[in-house]
């Protein structure tokens, strides 16, 4: 149905600008607060992992702005941009992070720290900060199915076209501003691997061995193939945990070795481990031209065996997204895993878990000063 010719057509960021306003925490549905939570956990916990990382180092060594905002992890107190930009760069450092199924984008990088710094530097209670991380996930998560696809085909990224607006919108709803506000605002700032690990780990639960394994093809998506796939000699042998991480091949094979694949498998020195890159090297693939991808994030290995068998195994979406949400208890375990690996003791790790799980029914967000170094 067309819209009236004799009313005008208000600017998108008017019309959103009305929605964010009138959002109450008690119309948030009880499994986008949930979500909101989770995020929140997770970031926190991915902040602590990464608090020792060179390039947080040098992060906070450039950032002279000093203020009563928390970095997680981090002894010294910042302003609330400095803090939001070391929790967002700690978030996303290490590429462990969620994003949104169907169309990748990240989300809990940006909105949570934009929205915890700007709480706490002004003094509002957890239900506000939570009520501005459920709007800002929201708004960044519609505007990328808007165009899914669309902005990464033009040659730009949508985290650094997108998720500013989810930011803008997420703070300003957290203190309070009306529609004018909030549309004035917005003008203003105008995971593909995990299903073929699953396979690969439940190809070591069959116990075959890497020695046992001739080849490995693997089914996979066309828009996979830049990405995670070639140079397929690069992929076979990244020159650094950093880069493994986008390779194919070594995620699969660590995922073998240690079924696993946390941040303990992408160090410099796992990468360059000669177990896991023999087995890389094993690894090719196909392109299957009715694979889903970025609609659906599917995995597929066909092993072929010294002894002449071939063992086929497929996962047909990965854990974490809407047909296989993580449970809660999943996502506390990563978090103490990310925790551990910053350095934290359990008691520590605890407290924030706590504070993050209920920060909607508290009055203020002055504890977060306590996860300070």
């Known amino acids: 149905m067309s819209a009236p010719t004799s009313q005008a057509i ?13 959002v109450r925490y008690r119309d948030v549905p009880d499994a986008a607060r949930a979500m909101a939570e989770n995020d929140l956990l997770d970031v926190a916990g991915l902040c602590v992992a990464a608090r020792n990382t060179d390039y947080i180092r040098a992060l906070i060594g450039g950032w002279d702005a000093e203020g009563g905002c928390t970095a997680f992890g981090h002894a ?20 462990f992070d969620d994003t949104l199924e169907g169309s990748p984008i990240r989300v809990g990088a940006i909105a949570v720290p934009a ?5 706490e530097r002004f003094g509002c209670s957890g239900e506000q900060a939570m009520l501005g991380i459920a709007v800002g996930m929201e708004v960044i998560c519609r505007l990328n199915q808007v165009v899914p696809g669309g902005i990464h085909k033009a040659g730009f990224h949508p985290v650094g076209t997108l998720t500013t607006f989810g930011a803008a919108a997420g703070v300003g709803k957290a203190l309070g501003l009306g529609a004018r506000e909030l549309a004035l605002a917005l003008g203003i700032a105008g995971s593909m691997i995990h299903p073929y690990i699953d396979c690969m780990i439940r190809l070591a639960a069959t ?3 890497a020695d046992d394994i001739v080849d490995i093809v693997c089914e ?27 390779s194919m ?13 946390g941040l303990e498998q992408f160090t410099d020195a796992r990468a360059r481990d000669p177990e896991v890159l023999a087995l890389a090297a094993k690894i090719r693939y196909v ?15 066909r092993v072929s065996t010294k002894d002449g068998r071939t063992i086929e195994l497929r996962q047909p979406h990965f854990r974490g997204g809407s047909r296989e949400p993580l449970r809660r208890e999943e996502l ?9 690996y910053g350095g934290w003791d359990e008691p520590r790790a605890d407290a924030l878990r706590d504070f993050c799980l209920n920060l909607a029914s508290r009055k203020d967000l002055a504890q977060m000063a306590s996860f300070r170094g």
Request: hydrophobic residues 40%; proline residues 8%; charged residues 20%.
């Open 10 to 22: 208000r600017p998108l960021a008017e019309e959103l600008a009305q929605w964010i306003a009138g």
């Open 207 to 209: 116990g075959i061995g």
């Open 76 to 95: 010294r107190g910042f302003d609330s941009a400095g803090a939001a930009l070391v929790n967002g760069a700690a978030t996303h450092g290490e590429d």
């Open 249 to 261: 091949p070594y995620c699969m094979a660590v995922g073998f070795f240690d079924r696993a694949a």
């Open 332 to 340: 506390i375990r990563k978090f103490r895993q990310n925790v551990a």
């Open 287 to 301: 392109i299957d031209p009715d694979n889903e991808y970025p609609r659906n994030y599917s995995g597929h290995v």
């Open 115 to 119: 929205v915890l710094a700007a709480c």
């Open 220 to 246: 996979t998506g066309e828009g996979l193939v830049p990405r995670l796939w070639e140079p397929l000699a690069d992929k076979h042998r990244p020159p650094s945990g950093y880069a493994a991480k986008f």
